[in-house]
């Protein structure tokens, strides 16, 4: 029998707030979660490759997007703040990301 489960910050040590997990029902059921948490930790943060001809400066807002502290990511006026920036310099736009 297979569960469905959105863990919660306390419902399997240090899993991502509202994962949604799924897993097979057993007496070991916990273990079985938090082994399944800890695999989605240590691959949801991986980041995609930067799209097909995107400007370094763009790719860069994305990593910074995706940051997995939430305090470390920044704001939607310091988004539109780098974007205005980057339309009013264009030049800044040439140079394109390599992926890593």
């Given at each position: 029998?297979?569960?469905?489960?959105?863990?919660?910050?306390?419902?399997?040590?240090?899993?991502?707030?509202?994962?949604?997990?799924?897993?097979?029902?057993?007496?070991?059921?916990?273990?079985?979660?938090?082994?399944?948490?800890?695999?989605?930790?240590?691959?949801?943060?991986?980041?995609?490759?930067?799209p097909?001809?995107?400007?370094?400066?763009?790719?860069?807002?994305?990593l910074?997007?995706?940051?997995?502290?939430?305090?470390?990511?920044?704001?939607?006026?310091?988004?539109?703040?780098?974007?205005?920036?980057?339309?009013?310099?264009?030049d800044?736009?040439r140079?394109?990301a390599?992926?890593?």
């Amino acid at each position: 029998m297979a569960i469905i489960e959105l863990i919660d910050d306390n419902a399997v040590g240090e899993s991502i707030p509202g994962t949604l997990v799924i897993g097979a029902a057993s007496k070991d059921n916990h273990f079985q979660m938090k082994m399944i948490s800890n695999v989605l930790q240590n691959t949801i943060f991986c980041r995609l490759p930067a799209p097909m001809d995107c400007p370094e400066a763009i790719y860069q807002l994305m990593l910074d997007c995706w940051q997995k502290e939430r305090t470390h990511r920044p704001t939607f006026a310091s988004i539109v703040k780098t974007l205005d920036k980057l339309i009013r310099c264009p030049d800044t736009l040439r140079k394109i990301a390599q992926n890593r």
